[in-house]
Every structure is written in structure tokens, then in C-alpha cells.
């Protein structure tokens, strides 16, 4: 598929706003839905619709079908060894907490200590906090490099053999950089933790094998991969989820209930209380099909050229902040940004009436923010669908913006 036939994919950039046609350069945040996945996810309420893994009767069988279809889906994706280490979840936020709840609350005591990174999200920042005040763990940052990047010393130095818990983003929501986190892995391995991915910038836009990252638990977000919002995944390694409790306890989760005392289902379901997110996780499956369709390797390629030619392009724009690793090479595919003098959300709001938009604000990486010394940022994030064009509207628009406020001020 050319990058053509991928945009008539998606109906929705096919409009206008506010009388320019849209420039989508948020996917960051949520990523567009492809007609496939719109049309499965309608196609499930009118044809399939039905509670799975309980009823015997046909729609039943086909909605299970269906959903348990997905898991092996994703299974493949990731390349995971069995769909028994496959749970989904709300999304990456859901995951991590999951993992936090579960295996840490139960692995770390007074004493031990968790890493993570100044780039986390707040999502991999906050469940580790919780846990440490519980436990009274310790809650360690690997430092960063001045360019945003982590030094695999610092790594080196962070963790200890008392570190049960190493958690890190693959790419950063805000720095764009890609970590090393198979590196990191050995790592943690080698001072016996374990080792959690935050993958939710990752999963839609490269290749992943858990297996050759030798990660223990890897979470990410169907909604950001092309899927609707509400589903997403936990991977985890069997010997592990095994062993871990559920933190959701009612339907579906249960084996046999009792007075007093009940047992669980076998992994995955344990972690599934409640009935599941089943179109979410049926759009999921026609994503991942789409995905797989255009290869991701294609897609990692595409967008890293939309990054160095974003790169290239917005330097050259007088009072331009560019956060994170300049160097292409080190980057996914997305620029977070300020210009000097301007808000970043006046940034975005100017951009917003030339149809183009992008986020503004602390992107969820307060601490971050605070180690960037600023208090927000502008970002433009790529995906299979964005083009050259996209990013000299862009660019335009940002001249534009600056010529504004030179003349307001
Ligand atoms: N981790 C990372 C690296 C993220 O970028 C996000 C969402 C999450 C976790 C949380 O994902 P959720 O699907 O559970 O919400 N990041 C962003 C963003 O950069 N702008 O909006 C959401």
C-alpha cells in the first residue's frame, strides 16, 4: 500500500476544520482507526454481540471465537510464547498498575528498591510511588544524558542487587527517543529483578519480540495502535503471572466459588474479571491485521524519515526548542518543541485554526518536564498516515505563529 491508499484508510482526515483540511499530528495521544477496524467493531454489535465464555449457545460461541481469536493475534505480534501470557486490559495504564498491584506488592519489601527513569510516563511513575510507600521500598531514577538519552553506566550504576523491580518506556511520549530496554533487561536480570517495558509508544510504530527483549512484562494500548479506546495489553511470562494474584475479583476471573473461599481461573483469565472489553479486543484484532498488513518494519521506516525531515525542517525556525536526541537516528517518530516567547498552547491553539493539530502541555511526564526546566512543550507525533506535506503545513503554520506573536508583542 502506498501512502496514498493508507490515508483512504481513514476517513477521518478526509475533512476539514476550522476550513483547512485537518492535519493530524497527535497520534501520540490516540491514533486514528482504519475503515477495517471501524467496519469489524460494526460488524460485531450487528452480527456477533454476545457475553463470551459463558453462554453455549452460537453467538456466544462466536463472540469467544472472536475475542480468543484477538489473543492469539496479539500473541504473534509480540511473539509471545503462549496466549496464557497474553491478559488484556483497559491499556497500558491498567497493565502497569496490574503488575504493580500484583507482583510487586507481593515481591518487595522494606528495603528493596524499584528503578525507573526521569522520562516515564506518570503512569509508570505513580503505581511504583504507591507501592514504595506500602512496602517502604526505595524508588530510584536512572539519570539521563544532556540529550535525553540513558547511558547504559548509568544503568549499570542505578541497579543493584537489591532492585527488584526495573520499569522503562521503550520510546518516550516526549523525547521520542528509543531505549535500550533488551540492554537494560540484562541488566536488571543480572541483580536479579525483574524487568517491566512500557511499550505503549513502541508497540504501534516497531516490531516487538518479547521473547529477544528477555522483558518480564511489556504493557501497551490498543488505541494508540489503530484499535478503539478501552483495550490493551499485559504481556507477562508464564512462571511469573502464575504465580501472581489477581487484583480484580468477581465474574468470569473464578473457578469454583465457595462460602468462604473460592479458586481462580488458569492464567489468562485470572486477571480477566468482570465481562471483558470484547469488541475493544475484536478492533484490536482487525488493527494488529492491518498492521501486519503494511509491516511495521515499513511503518518504523516511514516515520523515521517524517522525524529526520521534521528535524531538519524545524530547526531551522529561528527561537525553535527542540527536545531530546537531534540525531535521527536515536529517535521514533515525534518532536516535542517549544518557541521561544510563545506559549505552547497559544502554539497550539494558532495551529489549531490552520487545521493542524498538536498537543500542548506536560504530556503526562511532569518530572520530565522539570528536568527540561519547562513547564509545558508543543509535540508533533507521525504515523503510518502522515506525509511530508503534513509537516511543511507545519512548519508554515509555525511561522506563522511566530510572526503572530511578534506582532501582538
Ligand atoms: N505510557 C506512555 C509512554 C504513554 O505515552 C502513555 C500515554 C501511557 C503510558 C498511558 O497510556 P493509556 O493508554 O493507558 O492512557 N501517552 C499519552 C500522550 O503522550 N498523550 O496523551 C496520552
Redesign the pocket.
Known sequence: MNIQDIRRQFPILHQEVNGKPLVYLDS???SQKPIQVIETVEKYYKEINSNVHRGVHTLGTRATDAYEGTREKVRKFINAKSTQEVIFT?????S?NTVAASYAAANVTAGDEIVITYME?H??IIPWQQVAKRTGAQLKYIPLQEDGTISLDDVRATVTSNTKVVSV?Q????LGVINPVKEIAQIAHDNGAVMVV?A??SAPHMKIDVQDLDCDFLAF?G??MCAPTGI?VLYGKKHLLEKMEPIEFGGEMIDFVHLYESTWKELPWKFEGGTPIIAGAVGLGAAIDFLNEIGLDNIAEHEHKLAAYALEKMSSIPGMTIYGPLDPAKRAGLVTFNISDVHPHDVATVLDAEGIAV?AGH??AQPLMKWLKASATARASFYLYNTEDDIDKLVEGLVKTKEYFSDVF
Request: glycine fraction near 8%.
Open positions: 501520540s495521544a490516540t483497559r491499556g497500558t495504564t491498567t502497569l510516563h503512569s509508570n518506556m520510546v518516550s511520549n516526549v512500557d505503549a509508544q494500548s488505541h494508540k490493551g498537543r504530556h503526562c
